[in-house]
C-alpha cells in the first residue's frame, strides 16, 4: 500500500489547486461553446442524460480525461474514481490505497446556461477517509481548499466559515440549500415539495408540519452548498436527509 506522509498532503494539495484551475479554464471554454452552438443551432450539441433538466455534454468527459490522464502521470500508483466514468460502469473498489474521487463538472445544467455556480470537485481519500478536498468554480474564480487536521479555506488565503458561527435557535432562522435533482418522476417530485413545503410553510398559517424556515434556496450544485455551509452562507443542505 503507498504511504502517505503529511508533507505528501501538502504536495497533493498543491497539485490538486493546480490542476482543478486548469480544469476551471477548460469549463469555462466549455459553456461559452456551449451557449454559441445551442444560440446557432437550438439543441444539437448536447445530449440528455435523464431528461432535458440535468444534461451531460462531451465537456463532461473531456474535463474528466484531462484530470485523470495527469493523475495517472503525477500520481501513478493513485487509484482513481471519476463521478462520469463511475456512472458508465467504471467501478473500481475503494482500497486503502490514495484514491482521487472527481466530479468533473458539479452543476451541469447551470454549466450548460452559463449560471455561474457550477464546479469541479477533486478529493483524495486514503485509508477509506477524505484527507483533501478541493473545489474550484471558475465562473467566480472561488477557490475552496481543505486538508484533513488544517481547517478549510476560500481562496487560500481566508478560514472558513467566513464569520464566527452560533447556535442555530430553530429553523425558523436558518437559510437552506436544496436541490430539485435530475429524477422528476411524479413520486419523487411530490416528495420533495412535501418536504419544501413543511420546510418553509407557516403552521399558524395552515401548512401541516410547517416550520417557517427563513428561507429556501437551490444554486443547482451540490458540492458548492457543501462549501456554502461551510462558509456559513447557508446554514443547512437539505438533501436526502440535513446536512
Not at 444534461?55 to 503525477?74: F, G, M, Q, S, Y
Not at 455556480?117 to 465562473?139: D, E, H, Q, T, W
Not at 418536504?195 to 410553510?201: E, H, K, Q, W
Amino acid at each position: 500500500m503507498t504511504s502517505l506522509a503529511e508533507s505528501d498532503l501538502d504536495d497533493i494539495l498543491e497539485f490538486s489547486i493546480s490542476l482543478a484551475k486548469k480544469a476551471g479554464t477548460i469549463i469555462l471554454e466549455g459553456s461559452k461553446a456551449i451557449r454559441e452552438r445551442l444560440g446557432a443551432s437550438n439543441s444539437e450539441a448536447i445530449n440528455s442524460k435523464i431528461n432535458s433538466v440535468d444534461l451531460v455534454t462531451e465537456w463532461d468527459v473531456r474535463v474528466e480525461e484531462i484530470v485523470n490522464n495527469e493523475i495517472k502521470e503525477r500520481y501513478p500508483t493513485f487509484g482513481f474514481i471519476g463521478e462520469e466514468s463511475y456512472s458508465k460502469g467504471i467501478r473500481p473498489p475503494l482500497t486503502d490505497d490514495p484514491t482521487f474521487c472527481v466530479d468533473p463538472i458539479d452543476g451541469t445544467t447551470n454549466f450548460i446556461h452559463g449560471f455561474p455556480f457550477a464546479c469541479i470537485s477533486i478529493g483524495l481519500i486514503y485509508r477509506k477517509k477524505p484527507v483533501i478536498g478541493v473545489i474550484y468554480n471558475p465562473f467566480l474564480d472561488q477557490l475552496y481548499s481543505a486538508v484533513s487536521t488544517k481547517g478549510a479555506y476560500l481562496n487560500r488565503t481566508t478560514r472558513l466559515p467566513l464569520t464566527a458561527p452560533s447556535p442555530l435557535p430553530s429553523i425558523s432562522s436558518a437559510l437552506i440549500g436544496v436541490e430539485w435533482g435530475s429524477s422528476r418522476s411524479a413520486p419523487i417530485m411530490e416528495r420533495k415539495s412535501r418536504s419544501f413545503v413543511r420546510l418553509a410553510g407557516n403552521f399558524d398559517e395552515g401548512v401541516v408540519g410547517g416550520r417557517m424556515a427563513h428561507s429556501l434556496r437551490s444554486i443547482g450544485s451540490a458540492a458548492l452548498n457543501y462549501c456554502f455551509v461551510a462558509s456559513g452562507s447557508l446554514d443547512i443542505y437539505w438533501q436526502v436527509g440535513c446536512w
